[in-house]
């Protein structure tokens, strides 16, 4: 039995939501707090709620914005495959919830567990993002700690990344798809991975490891 931990941002979309939405709706700022977050001066956590709290739209603006997201094109067939074949799939983000439901809803993907910072948006506009799944022991200080979570899996565990909020926890799946910034990281980290351009290629790696379960998927 394999489960399938995915990341969301320039994972499952071509680019980042979150980035997205702050160049279009935040007020000036959101980049000082960025370039913070870079250095190191700050966790994600922080990172996230302060730039959050600096979006100036209203609701139908946010989703107008957020409907300019595209998706990978082999995800939906991706979906697809897990479903016909029995197996589990998490959506785990240190990205924003409503995001996520919201892209993956208009095309009817937004079914599958999602993991991620919580928005609460209130009737005056203003902006609150909340980490349920932050982790006070998190090496990243992300507001949702990937790889507490991805460890607490009995299942093979497999994961999709791209990103610095993937490396964490790039070491507790038995197989890793990887890309960008988390690729750069498996190398220097002699961590194994296969490489991926799009979702297609991770169908057919899923397929693949199907027919091998249980043996290791390192090994594979």
């Not at 982790?135 to 460890?151: E, F, H, L």
């Not at 791209?162 to 910034?181: H, I, L, N, T, Y």
Request: charged share 25%; net charge negative.
């Amino acid at each position: 039995m394999i489960h399938i931990f995915c990341d969301f941002d320039g994972t499952i979309t071509t680019r980042d939501s979150t980035d997205f939405v702050m160049e279009r709706l935040a007020a000036p700022g959101w980049l000082q707090i960025e370039e913070q977050w870079q250095r190191g001066e700050i966790g994600s956590a922080e990172c996230m709620r302060r730039q959050v709290a600096l979006i100036r739209a209203t609701k139908q603006e946010l989703d107008q914005t957020l409907d300019e997201v595209q998706i990978d094109d082999g995800f939906s067939d991706f979906a697809a495959f897990c479903e016909a074949s029995g197996t589990g799939m998490t959506i785990i983000s240190d990205g924003v919830d409503y995001f996520i439901h919201h892209i993956l809803g208009r095309h009817g993907l937004d079914k599958f567990p999602i993991i991620a910072n919580r928005l609460t948006i209130t009737p005056e506009h203003v902006y609150q993002l909340a980490s349920p799944w932050r982790s006070a022991t998190c090496v990243s200080s992300a507001g949702v700690c990937k790889c507490s979570i991805v460890g607490k899996e009995q299942a093979h565990r497999m994961y999709v990344g791209d990103s610095r909020s993937d490396f964490c926890v790039a070491s507790k799946p038995e197989m890793v798809f990887a890309k960008g910034k988390l690729a750069d990281y498996c190398d220097k980290n002699d961590i194994p991975y296969a490489p991926y351009n799009n979702f297609h290629n991770v169908t057919d790696g899923l397929a693949r490891l199907l027919q091998d379960v249980p043996v290791h998927m390192k090994a594979i």
